[in-house]
């Protein structure tokens, strides 16, 4: 049952390839087999998490080589959800997709099968050497989603994002490169095990690489100051591609827990952490007011949910560096239902813009929007969530993470920070919505005219916007046990000896018994 583990990066590989192959057959053969794919994806998923609930950790070491010399996949409830959350995702993104948007440009479906393998790989591997390989996968195939289409926008917004992606490549193989020179090893186990019994002369380097993969994976989540290329790119970028792009910061984030809790998490190595989490919680704050601020000034709704990804990686990033194991497992009840609800504003925006006889999604234009009722009421509901309001998860996250976190002065900070940024998201949502569903009807000519060009409502992409609220509303229909799973996570993860212990079993680096 091992081999199924490698299912996750394997089928999406074999899809990719197969669809460059047969780029100049039938686009509904392209469809078939991408929908396909990602359909087993998410039945991986659900075996990963069924799986990782019956046994703490499950190994898959590639060739058979024993770590820490052979690749190793490792799959534990963090890593399962993570995939869960990639598959579903990706699902509704290229459902979403086969209604035209792949039209737009080439190898839309083969591009999209590299990336969801450059992220399953990301989330499975035990190993930082192939966690920049993976990155590097997800991030080429990135590159070319964005673009996908052309355009001056999408072309200007894929130059910036290159160009800082590529320096966060540059400063990752920098961050290795010191690390293996000290340790002798990049197997995260491994890693955690030397780092752990390394001579204190060994500190101040190891601190340099802790802040440089820092640095590394904020680029990645979109922490301040590396969060601007963000926003232009997601605004830019198509709408299954923008909504599929909803999880790539949460890789960075994902890179973060796993790599800062367990590599640098066993206690003797946690002065090289401590001055990663001393920097992180300001950055975070900062990160997630600024988010709020760019929700207010968002001139399209594809820009305001730009910044609702930021908000959202600000939240994220800020409970994770107080370093508490039960506000971690309520901020991974956030990722699910914030990643989920951007996605769907991405989708809704384009949904709402094919309806508009000008602007598009802007804020600032006025024109007829057909099926104002169906689109009104999908949106209402839409807002509802993200801003936060019950019934919905957003409510039960967030809740969650004020009731974990003790009103203690630090904590005040990370209170306010929630509940105005939650604010302004309000605000924007009423002002997007109020001006678009709630004003006054048309002069009569206008609305005659806007009658007669009336399309037939695309039932598929509404029904797909549908389904992903409605998955939010699930998640809060059974949040005690999402909770309970997500806790189990936490608590794995906040006892890194395990891990190692679980991959490496009876080895030990060699040069290192006697420090032990």
């Known amino acids: 049952m091992n081999h199924l583990m490698i299912m996750p990066i394997v089928i999406p590989l074999l899809t990719g390839a197969f669809l460059l192959v047969m780029y100049r057959y039938n686009i509904g053969r392209q469809r078939s087999l991408s929908i396909g794919s990602t359909l087993l994806l998410v039945v991986f998923a659900v075996w990963a998490v069924l799986q990782a609930g019956l046994t703490d950790y499950t190994l898959y070491r590639l060739g058979n080589w024993q770590p820490p010399f052979g690749i190793v996949l490792v799959l534990d409830r963090l890593t399962a959800i993570m995939l869960l959350l990639t598959a579903l995702l990706s699902l509704f993104c290229v459902l979403y997709a086969s209604r035209g948007s792949d039209r737009e440009g080439s190898h839309f479906h083969a591009l999209l099968q590299f990336q969801l393998m450059g992220i399953n790989g990301a989330f499975l591997t035990g190993d930082l050497f192939n966690l920049f390989v993976f990155f590097e996968v997800l991030l080429i195939a990135s590159y070319a989603l964005l673009l996908h289409g052309g355009g001056r926008a999408r ?89 599929l792009f909803a999880i790539m910061t949460k890789v960075g984030f994902y890179a973060m827990v796993r790599v800062f809790l367990v590599v640098f998490g066993l206690d003797d190595a946690a002065p090289a952490n401590d001055t990663v989490m001393a920097w992180l919680w300001p950055a975070a704050l900062i990160t997630l007011a600024l988010g709020g601020i760019g929700v207010l000034g968002a001139a399209s709704l594809r820009t305001l949910t730009a910044y609702m990804v930021i908000v959202s990686v600000g939240i994220l990033l800020a409970t994770f560096s107080r370093n508490d194991e039960q506000l971690l497992a309520a901020s991974l009840f956030y990722l699910l239902h914030s990643t989920c609800m951007t996605a769907v504003f991405f989708l809704l925006a384009d949904l709402i813009g094919r309806y508009r006889d000008n602007g598009y999604d802007r804020f600032s234009v006025i024109s007829p929007l057909s099926h104002r009722w169906v689109l009104g009421s999908v949106f209402l509901v839409a807002a509802v969530s993200m801003a936060s309001l019950p019934p919905f998860s957003g409510f039960v996250s967030k809740a969650w993470i004020l009731q974990t976190s003790s009103p203690l002065p630090d904590y005040l900070w990370l209170w306010a920070a929630i509940l105005i940024s939650g604010l302004m998201i309000i605000a924007a949502l009423s002002r997007a919505g109020s001006g678009w569903f709630w004003r006054p009807e048309e ?66 680096h060699p040069g290192r018994e006697m420090t032990e």
């Not at 999402?482 to 936490?490: G, K, S």
Request: proline share 5%.
């Open 443 to 508: 002069h009569s000519a206008t609305r005659a005219l806007a009658i007669h060009k009336t399309r037939p409502l695309d039932h598929a992409r509404t029904a797909t916007v549908c389904v992903m609220i409605a998955i939010s509303f699930s998640l809060a229909l059974f949040a005690q046990p999402v909770m309970d799973y997500l806790e189990a996570a936490t608590r794995l993860i906040y006892q890194p000896s395990g891990y190692v212990d679980a991959v490496l079993g009876d080895y030990i």
């Open 155 to 243: 072309s200007r917004a894929g130059l910036h994002y290159v160009i800082i992606n590529l320096a966060g490549s540059a400063l990752f193989l920098l961050a290795l490169g010191i690390l293996y020179g000290l340790t002798g090893t990049l197997n995260m186990a491994d890693l955690a095990h030397v780092i752990a019994n390394a001579p204190e002369a060994d500190l101040p380097l190891l601190k340099s690489a802790s802040l440089l993969l820092m640095v590394v994976f904020g680029i990645k989540a979109a922490l301040l100051p590396l969060l601007f290329w963000l926003p232009r790119a997601y605004s830019a970028a198509s709408a299954p591609v923008a909504a």
